[in-house]
Every structure is written in C-alpha cells, then in structure tokens.
C-alpha cells in the first residue's frame, strides 16, 4: 500500500519521482484507465472551495506533489513527502519509456497547431514513439463526445491533457472511464513546453525551488493567481 499525505484535505501520494515513474509505468504496462494528477497550491486552494475538485483529486490513482509550496508545507509540518515530482518531469520520462518501449500517445491540448508541433517534436526526440494522435485544447463542450471517439478510434497506451487546471483535471475525472487507454495525465503547459512555445525555468532555478519565480518574472500576468501562495502556506502551515 503506497502512503499518502494530506494538505488541506488533499491526499498526496509520498513517492520520490523515480517510485512515481515506475508506478507509471506500470499502469501503462499491466493496468488501464489509471488517472496522474500533479496538483500544486494553486489547485489545492482550489479544492477548498470546490468540493468536486477536492473529490476528484482525492480519488486521483497517482498524486504527485507538483509545487515547491506543497514540499515547504510537509517538511515544516513533518509530514512524509519525499520531494517535488514536477509533472513536466514525470511526463518527460513517460515519453522516453514510451519511446523506449514502442507505445502510443494521444495529445489533447494547448493552442491550435501547438499540439501538432509538440509531437513532431516527441517524434524527433524519440524516433519509436507511436503518435496516435492529437487534437487542440479549445474545443467546446458539445465536441466532447467527438473527441472521445477520435481518441477511442486509435486506442492509445497514453493520453496527456494539457488545458491547464483544473480544466483537465475536471475534464479526466468525466470521461476516463470511456477513454480506451492505460494511462491518462494531466500535463498543464507541458504541450507548450515540449512543442517550445515555452520555456521550463534553467535547472538552477528548479534545484533552488524556485521555478514558480521563473515562471512569474516571464508571465508577469500570473501574479494575479500566484498570490494565492502565501494564502496557501497560512493556511496549511495553520490547519
Ligand atoms: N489550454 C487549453 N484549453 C483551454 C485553456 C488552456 O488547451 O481552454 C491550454 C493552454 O493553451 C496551455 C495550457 O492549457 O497550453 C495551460 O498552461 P498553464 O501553464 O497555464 O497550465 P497550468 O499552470 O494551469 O497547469
């Protein structure tokens, strides 16, 4: 049984990013319909106003600790997480088991034309990587059923949603028990990012935890959501 940690009511799996890759990677070997959410403190203050989203995460396969704030919160309140497991991180090493492995992805998310380039680009990185397909994240409602059937036509190992949270995580907790794959994962940018439309913060940035400064000083218009933050770390460091 894994162990998991609650922040403010939200169960976090205690897995280091190697545990979270092989569990991973075991859902897409032997298991199906398996959910990967990487919540940060953005979507868990979310979740406290939002009872679906707090459901949802809660029943997430595997949650993985996405946000420096959430590993600030468990190591001042000794709680058992072991580290960040950025989501851009794990998808990365999904898509070299994939590569390595021969298995398909679909790709739903970001701009029109972006998911394409992003998979040109997985393609190029990993040559044996089957790409089952892919479609742009700003689709309405009433195309749900459309898209459902376009992924479900080709059968997908993986399916990364990238619509940003917690629109793909409302999106996944809806239909993944339609979707006809083993693993399905909400990505966030992480289209933009493999496609290179945008950038991951330097290593250096990442070491010292401070990605999330990276991101602000480049998208200045994030500020408005980030100032959530030091709400959460009241609040949680609190409870
Ligand atoms: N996006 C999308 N459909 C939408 C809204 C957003 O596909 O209706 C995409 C957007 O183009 C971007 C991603 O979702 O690629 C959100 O990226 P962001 O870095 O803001 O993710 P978050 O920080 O919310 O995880």
New binding site residues.
Partial sequence: MRKKVKILNVAIDTVSREEALKIAIGYIENQSNKRIY?P?P??VMIAQTDGNVMRLLNEGDLVVPDGIGLIIVSRIKKLELKERVA?ADLADNILKFCGKEKKSIFI????PG?AEIACEKIKEIHPDIIIAGYF????KETEDEAIIEKINNVNPDVVLV???????EIWIDKYYKRINCKLIM???????ICAG??KRAPIAFQNLGLEWFY?LVK?PW?LK?MLVLPKFLIKALRS
């Fill in positions: 990487t940060n953005e979507i989501g739903l998310g970001s701009k972006v742009h994240g700003y689709f990238g619509l940003g949270a917690p629109k793909q909400g990505v966030g940018g992480g289209i933009d439309t945008s991101r998208e994030r959501r």
